[in-house]
Structures are given as C-alpha cells and as structure tokens.
C-alpha cells in the first residue's frame, strides 16, 4: 500500500515545465513526501524530498501544499532524458520507501 | 565514490539452480535493502538489514535467503530458483533517504 495517488501517465513537450500531481490525504505528520524516477533500465534515481516547506535542488521543485494532503513536483524544462516513471512516496524519516506504480511521463520532442 | 553496486547485470537461470546476488555499497550507511520489481509493477521489499549481523524479512520473503556479510555487503540467496522469480532485483541503502544500485536481471527458465 503505497499510500499516495498518482496518475498513471502524463505527456508534456520538450522544453517546456512539467507539472507532477501526487494526493497524499493520509498523511501524517511525520512523514515526508519523497520524490524519486526510474529511467527505463535504471534503478530509482533520488530526486528530492520534502517535510512541510517547497524545496527546491538542481533536479525539480517540490510544492506541498499547506495542509500536506498534496504536493506537486515540478521539472521546470522537460527535456527527452527526463522521460521515466516518477514515483511519489510519503514515508518517516530513516525507513524503507513503500513505491507504487508511480506516473509515466513521456516528453516529445 | 561508487555508491551501491550490483553483481551481476544480468543471469539465466534453469528451473532449481542457484544463485547468489552480491551487493555492496560505499557509503558507510548501516541499513541495506533487496527488492524486487515485476514488469510493470512497483518495487516489493523482499528483505532487510537495519545493520550489520541483523536482517528482517520484507513483503516477499519466501523462497530467498539474504546474508549481511559486514557493513558494505548484503547478499540475497535464491536455494532454488523458479519461474516466479525472473525479475529484475535492486539492492538499496538508507540514510535519511534511499539510494539504489543499477539492478541485476534475472531470468528463470
């Protein structure tokens, strides 16, 4: 039970920003919101985590919304290497990732 | 600095053969991780370590055995191998969050 909905798949055009929905009702309070891709062959590929604040790092931005319930990942230009499954993951600090199915996006160029 | 790294990339395996799959990581984390993923599917925890001379068993533990050789090295025993277990297999860390190998591809046949 990966505790967070995710939509199965999402297209956007290269070059432009990606917006990645993730509903996490559920959550507690001490869970973070963990963001994490796999490309096709790969491994999961950290990308960003966050407690209650937007973060941002080299890779995306991460919006959580004010009640927690939601958080959005933000890769500001897509570009074809970002094409991968995002898995959005909402765990304690220091445990093992619970990981669904995650959000397919496809970039076209 | 090599981070987590999975031996081998790729095994055929006959229907009762055995195998073991090598893990080992640089990263002086304590906790280690096998999971498992299904074409399509979500990654499925099958054992962990918290530290070196513990293990515990995840969500699919049967038919694997695992052994924490000391800190850097975790390795997952299949006694007799079966169709089932063709999959791809991904042996991870946890410091604060998760950090995973390249993946070894096993077929049964």
């Known amino acids: 039970d990966a505790k967070t909905t995710q939509p199965n798949s999402m297209e956007s055009n290269e070059e432009e920003p990606v917006h990645l929905p993730c509903n996490h009702s559920?959550?507690?309070?001490?869970?973070?919101i963990h963001w994490y891709r796999q490309l096709p062959s790969q491994g999961p590929e950290y990308v960003i985590h966050?407690?209650?604040s937007n973060v941002n790092n080299r890779m995306a931005s991460l919006a959580i919304a004010e009640d927690r319930k939601s958080s959005t990942l933000i890769l500001h230009r897509a570009t074809l290497r970002d094409a991968a499954v995002y898995y959005c993951?909402?765990?304690?600090?220091?445990?093992?990732?619970?990981f669904g199915k995650g959000t397919r996006l496809s970039v076209i160029a | 600095n090599a981070g987590v790294t999975q031996t081998p990339k790729f095994q055929v395996l006959k229907t009762g053969q055995s195998m073991t799959l090598q893990c080992a990581q640089d990263m002086n984390h304590n906790s280690m991780y096998w999971y498992r993923q299904d074409p399509g599917m979500g990654l499925r925890l099958i054992y962990y370590s918290a530290s070196e001379g513990t293990t515990d068993k995840g969500e699919v533990p049967n038919g694997y055995n695992v052994s924490r050789l000391n800190k850097r090295e975790f390795s997952l025993r299949l006694e007799s191998a079966a169709p089932s277990q063709t999959s791809v297999y991904f042996c991870?860390?946890?410091?604060?969050?998760?950090?995973f190998g390249p993946g070894t591809r096993l077929l049964v046949l």
């Open positions: 559920t959550i507690s309070g001490t869970d973070y």
């Open positions: 991870a860390t946890l410091f604060e969050t998760q950090y």
């Open positions: 966050g407690l209650t």
């Open positions: 993951i909402r765990g304690r600090r220091n445990t093992p990732l619970v």
